[in-house]
Protein backbone atom coordinates (compact mmCIF):
# COMPACT_ATOMS: atom_id res chain seq x y z
CA UNK A 1 0.00 0.00 0.00
CA UNK A 2 1.08 3.61 -0.50
CA UNK A 3 1.06 6.17 -3.73
CA UNK A 4 4.16 4.23 -5.58
CA UNK A 5 4.95 7.89 -7.78
CA UNK A 6 7.66 6.14 -9.93
CA UNK A 7 7.86 3.00 -9.15
CA UNK A 8 11.27 3.40 -8.09
CA UNK A 9 13.72 1.03 -6.05
CA UNK A 10 11.97 1.75 -2.69
CA UNK A 11 8.41 0.57 -3.93
CA UNK A 12 9.62 -2.49 -5.87
CA UNK A 13 11.22 -3.43 -2.25
CA UNK A 14 8.00 -2.86 -0.73
CA UNK A 15 6.15 -4.82 -3.17
CA UNK A 16 8.86 -7.85 -3.28
CA UNK A 17 8.30 -8.32 0.25
CA UNK A 18 4.55 -9.29 -0.20
CA UNK A 19 5.31 -11.90 -2.93
CA UNK A 20 4.12 -14.97 -1.60
CA UNK A 21 1.49 -13.93 1.52
CA UNK A 22 -1.57 -14.43 -0.60
CA UNK A 23 -2.80 -13.12 -4.47
CA UNK A 24 -0.31 -9.85 -5.07
CA UNK A 25 -2.25 -6.62 -5.16
CA UNK A 26 -1.83 -3.08 -4.79
CA UNK A 27 -3.56 -0.51 -2.96
CA UNK A 28 -3.20 2.95 -3.79
CA UNK A 29 -4.70 6.29 -4.44
CA UNK A 30 -5.82 8.43 -6.98
CA UNK A 31 -5.49 11.31 -7.44
CA UNK A 32 -2.54 11.65 -5.87
CA UNK A 33 -3.01 13.13 -1.98
CA UNK A 34 -1.01 15.88 -2.90
CA UNK A 35 -3.34 17.07 -5.56
CA UNK A 36 -6.01 17.13 -3.00
CA UNK A 37 -4.50 19.49 -0.45
CA UNK A 38 -1.95 21.75 -2.94
CA UNK A 39 -4.34 21.31 -5.90
CA UNK A 40 -2.58 25.06 -7.48
CA UNK A 41 1.31 23.48 -6.88
CA UNK A 42 3.26 22.86 -9.96
CA UNK A 43 2.92 19.27 -11.18
CA UNK A 44 4.88 16.80 -9.76
CA UNK A 45 3.94 13.35 -10.75
CA UNK A 46 6.07 11.32 -12.40
CA UNK A 47 3.73 9.25 -13.94
CA UNK A 48 -0.25 9.12 -14.48
CA UNK A 49 -2.32 6.40 -13.29
CA UNK A 50 -2.26 4.78 -16.64
CA UNK A 51 1.83 4.95 -16.56
CA UNK A 52 1.66 3.12 -12.86
CA UNK A 53 -0.88 0.50 -13.49
CA UNK A 54 1.04 -0.80 -17.08
CA UNK A 55 4.68 -0.77 -14.54
CA UNK A 56 2.49 -3.04 -11.66
CA UNK A 57 1.45 -5.17 -14.09
CA UNK A 58 4.68 -5.66 -15.33
CA UNK A 59 5.92 -6.42 -12.09
CA UNK A 60 3.38 -9.54 -11.72
CA UNK A 61 0.79 -7.39 -9.10
CA UNK A 62 -2.61 -9.47 -10.00
CA UNK A 63 -4.76 -6.64 -8.34
CA UNK A 64 -4.85 -2.85 -8.80
CA UNK A 65 -7.08 -1.07 -6.00
CA UNK A 66 -6.89 2.47 -6.89
CA UNK A 67 -8.79 4.11 -3.93
CA UNK A 68 -11.04 7.75 -4.64
CA UNK A 69 -8.42 10.40 -2.63
CA UNK A 70 -11.04 12.72 -1.82
CA UNK A 71 -11.84 14.75 1.23
CA UNK A 72 -13.98 12.18 2.72
CA UNK A 73 -10.96 9.49 2.63
CA UNK A 74 -8.89 12.11 3.70
CA UNK A 75 -10.67 13.15 7.00
CA UNK A 76 -10.96 9.45 8.14
CA UNK A 77 -8.83 8.65 11.65
CA UNK A 78 -6.14 5.99 10.97
CA UNK A 79 -8.69 3.71 12.99
CA UNK A 80 -11.16 4.25 10.55
CA UNK A 81 -8.98 3.68 7.97
CA UNK A 82 -7.92 0.67 8.95
CA UNK A 83 -11.43 -0.86 9.93
CA UNK A 84 -13.63 0.37 7.17
CA UNK A 85 -10.88 0.76 4.08
CA UNK A 86 -8.32 -1.95 4.83
CA UNK A 87 -10.63 -4.48 7.28
CA UNK A 88 -14.64 -4.58 6.50
CA UNK A 89 -13.87 -2.80 2.60
CA UNK A 90 -11.12 -4.96 0.98
CA UNK A 91 -11.00 -7.32 3.52
CA UNK A 92 -6.86 -7.71 3.74
CA UNK A 93 -4.97 -10.45 5.41
CA UNK A 94 -1.49 -8.97 4.94
CA UNK A 95 -0.68 -5.29 4.09
CA UNK A 96 3.04 -4.30 3.37
CA UNK A 97 4.19 -0.53 3.58
CA UNK A 98 6.89 1.16 3.81
CA UNK A 99 8.83 2.65 6.92
CA UNK A 100 7.57 6.17 6.08
CA UNK A 101 3.80 5.47 5.06
CA UNK A 102 1.43 7.79 7.06
CA UNK A 103 -2.51 7.54 6.90
CA UNK A 104 -5.46 8.71 8.08
CA UNK A 105 -6.78 12.30 9.12
CA UNK A 106 -3.50 15.09 8.81
CA UNK A 107 -1.26 12.05 8.17
CA UNK A 108 -1.49 10.84 12.23
CA UNK A 109 -1.45 7.43 11.40
CA UNK A 110 2.00 5.88 10.92
CA UNK A 111 3.21 2.72 10.31
CA UNK A 112 4.24 1.75 13.43
CA UNK A 113 0.71 2.66 14.18
CA UNK A 114 -0.57 0.47 11.25
CA UNK A 115 0.74 -2.67 12.58
CA UNK A 116 -0.54 -2.32 15.76
CA UNK A 117 -4.49 -1.46 14.41
CA UNK A 118 -3.80 -4.38 12.40
CA UNK A 119 -3.73 -6.85 15.48
CA UNK A 120 -7.20 -5.26 16.39
CA UNK A 121 -8.93 -5.70 12.96
CA UNK A 122 -7.34 -9.09 11.86
CA UNK A 123 -4.82 -8.69 8.93
CA UNK A 124 -0.39 -8.71 9.80
CA UNK A 125 1.39 -5.98 8.79
CA UNK A 126 5.42 -5.94 7.46
CA UNK A 127 6.74 -2.73 7.63
CA UNK A 128 9.79 -2.14 4.79
CA UNK A 129 12.85 -0.55 5.24
CA UNK A 130 14.02 2.41 3.23
CA UNK A 131 16.12 1.57 0.58
CA UNK A 132 19.17 3.04 -0.32
CA UNK A 133 21.63 3.43 -2.97
CA UNK A 134 25.13 4.78 -2.29
CA UNK A 135 24.45 5.67 0.99
CA UNK A 136 21.60 8.00 -0.27
CA UNK A 137 17.82 7.49 0.30
CA UNK A 138 16.20 6.72 -3.31
CA UNK A 139 13.35 8.83 -3.42
CA UNK A 140 10.55 10.34 -6.01
CA UNK A 141 12.13 13.94 -5.15
CA UNK A 142 15.57 12.50 -6.05
CA UNK A 143 14.36 10.97 -9.08
CA UNK A 144 12.43 15.02 -10.37
CA UNK A 145 15.55 16.49 -9.51
CA UNK A 146 17.86 14.19 -11.77
CA UNK A 147 15.38 13.94 -14.89
CA UNK A 148 15.14 18.26 -14.53
CA UNK A 149 18.75 18.17 -15.09
CA UNK A 150 18.66 16.25 -18.27
CA UNK A 151 19.90 13.03 -16.47
CA UNK A 152 17.28 10.43 -17.55
CA UNK A 153 19.88 7.05 -16.67
CA UNK A 154 20.63 8.63 -13.03
CA UNK A 155 16.86 8.68 -12.55
CA UNK A 156 16.49 4.83 -14.23
CA UNK A 157 19.29 3.79 -11.79
CA UNK A 158 17.07 4.86 -9.06
CA UNK A 159 13.76 3.57 -10.62
CA UNK A 160 14.96 -0.05 -11.82
CA UNK A 161 13.06 0.95 -15.50
CA UNK A 162 13.78 3.45 -18.06
CA UNK A 163 11.12 6.63 -17.02
CA UNK A 164 8.14 6.26 -19.28
CA UNK A 165 5.37 8.46 -20.29
CA UNK A 166 2.26 6.55 -21.09
CA UNK A 167 -1.04 7.84 -22.69
CA UNK A 168 -3.25 8.22 -25.78
CA UNK A 169 -1.72 9.65 -28.97
CA UNK A 170 -3.80 13.18 -30.19
CA UNK A 171 -3.90 14.92 -32.79
CA UNK A 172 -1.47 17.52 -33.24
CA UNK A 173 -0.81 20.40 -35.43
CA UNK A 174 1.02 17.59 -38.36
CA UNK A 175 4.40 20.44 -38.69
CA UNK A 176 6.17 16.83 -38.77
CA UNK A 177 4.94 15.12 -41.10
CA UNK A 178 5.54 17.87 -43.87
CA UNK A 179 8.85 18.02 -42.56
CA UNK A 180 9.24 14.08 -43.19
CA UNK A 181 9.35 13.43 -39.59
CA UNK A 182 5.54 12.13 -38.74
CA UNK A 183 5.01 12.20 -34.49
CA UNK A 184 2.99 11.28 -32.08
CA UNK A 185 2.22 13.62 -29.63
CA UNK A 186 1.05 13.18 -26.33
CA UNK A 187 -0.02 15.23 -23.74
CA UNK A 188 2.07 15.60 -20.70
CA UNK A 189 -0.32 17.36 -18.50
CA UNK A 190 -0.19 16.84 -14.49
CA UNK A 191 3.64 15.33 -14.91
CA UNK A 192 6.79 16.65 -13.65
CA UNK A 193 8.42 17.81 -16.79
CA UNK A 194 12.23 16.33 -17.32
CA UNK A 195 14.28 18.52 -18.99
CA UNK A 196 12.90 20.14 -22.24
CA UNK A 197 14.80 19.06 -25.43
CA UNK A 198 15.46 15.91 -27.56
CA UNK A 199 15.45 12.42 -26.23
CA UNK A 200 16.57 9.40 -27.82
CA UNK A 201 13.62 7.00 -26.32
CA UNK A 202 12.52 3.38 -26.63
CA UNK A 203 9.06 3.11 -27.32
CA UNK A 204 5.99 0.51 -26.58
CA UNK A 205 3.20 0.45 -28.65
CA UNK A 206 0.32 -0.72 -25.91
CA UNK A 207 -2.66 -1.06 -28.24
CA UNK A 208 -3.71 -1.55 -32.05
CA UNK A 209 -2.56 -3.65 -34.93
CA UNK A 210 1.15 -2.01 -34.30
CA UNK A 211 1.46 -3.09 -30.60
CA UNK A 212 5.57 -3.92 -30.49
CA UNK A 213 8.48 -2.45 -29.20
CA UNK A 214 10.54 0.67 -31.61
CA UNK A 215 13.16 3.06 -31.17
CA UNK A 216 13.03 6.82 -32.01
CA UNK A 217 14.11 10.13 -30.91
CA UNK A 218 11.16 12.54 -28.85
CA UNK A 219 10.99 16.21 -28.53
CA UNK A 220 9.70 17.17 -25.08
CA UNK A 221 8.86 20.84 -24.81
CA UNK A 222 6.79 23.69 -26.62
CA UNK A 223 7.96 23.67 -30.05
CA UNK A 224 9.63 27.78 -29.80
CA UNK A 225 9.52 27.63 -33.59
CA UNK A 226 6.19 28.62 -33.87
CA UNK A 227 5.71 30.12 -31.06
CA UNK A 228 3.63 29.97 -28.16
CA UNK A 229 2.67 26.44 -26.87
CA UNK A 230 1.77 23.88 -24.52
CA UNK A 231 4.75 21.48 -23.35
CA UNK A 232 3.76 18.45 -25.13
CA UNK A 233 5.61 14.83 -26.10
CA UNK A 234 6.08 14.88 -30.24
CA UNK A 235 7.81 11.06 -31.03
CA UNK A 236 9.25 9.93 -33.79
CA UNK A 237 9.58 6.35 -34.43
CA UNK A 238 12.25 5.03 -36.64
CA UNK A 239 11.37 2.70 -39.64
CA UNK A 240 7.49 2.98 -38.93
CA UNK A 241 4.62 3.83 -40.91
CA UNK A 242 1.46 3.42 -39.96
CA UNK A 243 -1.58 5.73 -38.26
CA UNK A 244 -1.44 6.08 -34.50
CA UNK A 245 -3.84 8.24 -33.94
CA UNK A 246 -5.67 6.88 -30.49
CA UNK A 247 -3.63 4.11 -29.59
CA UNK A 248 -1.83 4.36 -26.42
CA UNK A 249 2.43 4.63 -26.12
CA UNK A 250 4.45 4.51 -23.73
CA UNK A 251 7.93 6.15 -23.80
CA UNK A 252 10.92 5.69 -22.40
CA UNK A 253 13.47 8.02 -22.23
CA UNK A 254 17.05 7.10 -22.25
CA UNK A 255 19.54 9.85 -23.44
CA UNK A 256 19.05 13.57 -23.41
CA UNK A 257 20.41 14.65 -26.60
CA UNK A 258 20.02 18.55 -26.34
CA UNK A 259 18.15 21.31 -24.96
CA UNK A 260 15.61 22.64 -27.10
CA UNK A 261 16.61 25.81 -29.98
CA UNK A 262 14.77 28.59 -32.45
CA UNK A 263 16.48 27.65 -36.04
CA UNK A 264 17.17 30.24 -38.83
CA UNK A 265 14.37 28.91 -41.17
CA UNK A 266 13.48 25.20 -41.57
CA UNK A 267 16.51 23.67 -43.73
CA UNK A 268 18.50 24.60 -40.55
CA UNK A 269 16.01 22.50 -38.26
CA UNK A 270 15.76 19.54 -41.08
CA UNK A 271 19.71 19.57 -41.13
CA UNK A 272 19.37 19.12 -36.88
CA UNK A 273 16.69 16.83 -36.93
CA UNK A 274 18.77 14.67 -39.22
CA UNK A 275 21.39 14.65 -36.61
CA UNK A 276 19.51 13.78 -33.96
CA UNK A 277 17.72 11.01 -35.26
CA UNK A 278 21.59 9.79 -36.58
CA UNK A 279 22.70 10.46 -32.49
CA UNK A 280 19.48 8.77 -31.57
CA UNK A 281 20.03 5.12 -33.58
CA UNK A 282 23.73 5.12 -32.65
CA UNK A 283 23.37 5.53 -28.74
CA UNK A 284 20.10 2.96 -28.57
CA UNK A 285 21.68 0.50 -30.82
Not at 8 to 32: K, M, N, S, Y
Request: hydrophobic share 45%; glycine share 10%; net charge neutral.
Amino acid sequence: MGNFDGVHLGHQAVIDLARGTAPLGIVTFEPHPREVFNPDAPPFRLMNAEARANRLAKLGVAELYQLPFDKALAGLSPQAFAQDILAAGLGVSHVVVGSDFCFGKARAGKAQDLVALGQTFGFAVTVAELVQQGGVEISSTAIRTALAEGRPRDAAAMLGHWHRIDGEVIHGEKRGRTLGYPTANMSVAGLHLPRLGVYAVRVEVLTGPQKGHYIGAASLGVRPMFGLNQPNLETFLFDFNADLYGQHLSVALVDYLRPEMKFDGLPALMDQMAADCARARALLS
